[in-house]
Nanobody
Framework: QVHLVESGGGLVQAGGSLRLSCVAS????????MAWFRQAPGKEREFVAA????????DYEDSVKGRFTISRDNDNNTAYLQMNSLKPEDTAVYYC?????????????????WGQGTQVTVSS
């Protein structure tokens, strides 16, 4: 089992920045591809960004490219999502997810472990 806990969400004005953190415990963090997803009110959950178990490969949804950066610290079992130039349409609950299958990027259906989510609200 992998237990994931997100933090760092909040209320920010458009153009501002936030950094989300996801602390993992349980099975070996260094074996997991990590990702961030988000779900806005009335919409389906969507992929935001992913990072391979080594940290050498990343993948981003088109609308966040150049604004968001995913990273990881394997010594501290933590994944991050740095979000810059935030827009009102980035408002959502952001979820951290882990996949232990050693392939990258994993399809969304392969993520077996999920956090409880952290709310990000961007005001205009």
């Amino acid at each position: 089992q992998v237990h994931l806990v997100e933090s760092g969400g909040g209320l920010v004005q458009a153009g501002g920045s936030l950094r989300l953190s996801c602390v993992a415990s349980g099975r070996t963090f260094t074996s997991a591809s990590m990702a961030w997803f988000r779900q806005a009110p009335g919409k389906e959950r969507e992929f935001v960004a992913a990072i391979s178990w080594t940290g050498r490969s990343t993948d981003y949804e088109d609308s966040v490219k150049g604004r968001f950066t995913i990273s990881r610290d394997n010594d501290n079992n933590t994944a991050y999502l740095q979000m810059n130039s935030l827009k009102p349409e980035d408002t959502a609950v952001y979820y951290c997810a882990a996949d232990m299958r050693y392939h990258f990027p994993p399809p969304p259906s392969d993520y077996d472990y999920w956090g409880q989510g952290t709310q990000v609200t961007v005001s205009s």
